[in-house]
């Protein structure tokens, strides 16, 4: 089958204040702030929505295709895909920009300061979908471009290919009109629940209408695992165990990407979350977002482990 995953590409780079942020600013001096963090270092991560479920769908035995912008410092970032064998040729590269990049101070209390620069991410992808054939291909429409985000659903329903909706920490940058187009006759809808209540808002729509426009909403609860709805049915899918919960980002793309797995192997929806389940698991053991590893074997003797055979 053929994947299309359109988000984003991104740089990580992070870095770890020894002290606390609040012993370096004075709130009566908040309207002049002007601080400076020494910091013990920095690290750099391969990231962004796109990138991560690739990423992972990878893993899973499945070949993805990047649906992305990269500007001119994507060498490091295209090597690590190439490593992976991750189709590139749906990656436009903008060289007058620099790759999305996020720049995150965490302090000794966790508190984080980030700052991000969108980079290539303000432009198009510009990706072609004359000739797909909607009857071998699943996108997903996951945070990045911000036009892209819009015209990407337009172009997949009008064409038949079956589209995941995920707007995600760009549902505020659009309009309750320009949500309820995009989850309009998409496929599947997927968030958080709180960003499901952001669309909610937004929209003005209840929980039931979003139902009855988007076809199957997934909602992922963090810990909890996730809900299935479908009509008036819902059906809650259990968090599967992780032996040590290291860092949560990007455990919700590892769920996308399990859920693609499973809808590519031909599972029901419900089936579908719960190997995205197994696979959040393993993005949690781990700091980063590209960091896990495992075979299918090891997969499908978790997936055994934790609902049955797969």
């Known amino acids: 089958m053929r994947i299309l995953v359109s988000g984003s590409l991104a740089y990580d780079r ?176 997927v968030s958080n629940d709180y960003e499901l209540q952001l669309i909610e808002n937004a929209t003005k729509l209840t929980l039931a209408e979003i139902v009855a426009r988007a076809g199957t909403v997934i909602t992922t609860l963090g810990e909890n695992g996730s809900v299935i709805r479908q009509g008036a049915a819902e059906t809650v899918i259990p968090a599967c165990p992780a032996a040590d919960v290291k860092d949560p980002t990007g455990a919700g793309d590892a769920f996308r990407a399990g859920f693609i797995k499973g809808l590519s192997l031909g599972k029901t929806p419900v089936e579908a979350a719960r190997i995205g389940s197994v696979s959040a698991a393993y993005a949690v053991e781990h700091h980063g977002t590209q960091e896990h590893r495992f075979t299918w074997p090891e997969f499908t003797a978790r997936y055994a482990a934790a609902f049955g055979d797969l």
């Open 14 to 189: 992070i870095m770890s204040f020894p002290g606390s942020f609040a012993d370096h600013i004075l709130p009566d001096k908040i309207h002049i702030l002007n601080v400076c963090f020494l910091v013990d270092g920095l690290e750099e991560k391969f990231g962004g929505t796109a990138g991560n479920i690739a990423y992972c769908l990878k893993l899973l035995g499945e070949d993805p295709t990047i649906v992305a912008t990269a500007g001119k410092d994507f060498a490091a970032y295209e090597a690590w895909l190439r490593h992976c064998g991750i189709a590139i040729t749906g990656i436009r590269r903008v060289n007058s920009e620099f790759t999305a990049g996020a720049y995150i101070t965490t302090d000794r209390s966790d508190n984080q300061i980030t700052g991000f620069n969108p980079g290539a991410m303000k432009h198009s992808a510009e990706y072609p979908v004359d000739d797909c054939d909607p009857a071998d291909t699943l996108a997903i429409v996951a945070p990045g471009n911000l036009a892209d985000m819009q015209d990407h659903p337009r172009r997949y329903k009008a064409k038949g290919i079956p589209v995941i909706v995920d707007p995600g920490q760009n549902i505020t940058a659009f309009s309750g009109e320009q949500l309820t187009e995009m989850l309009t006759g998409a496929t599947y809808l």
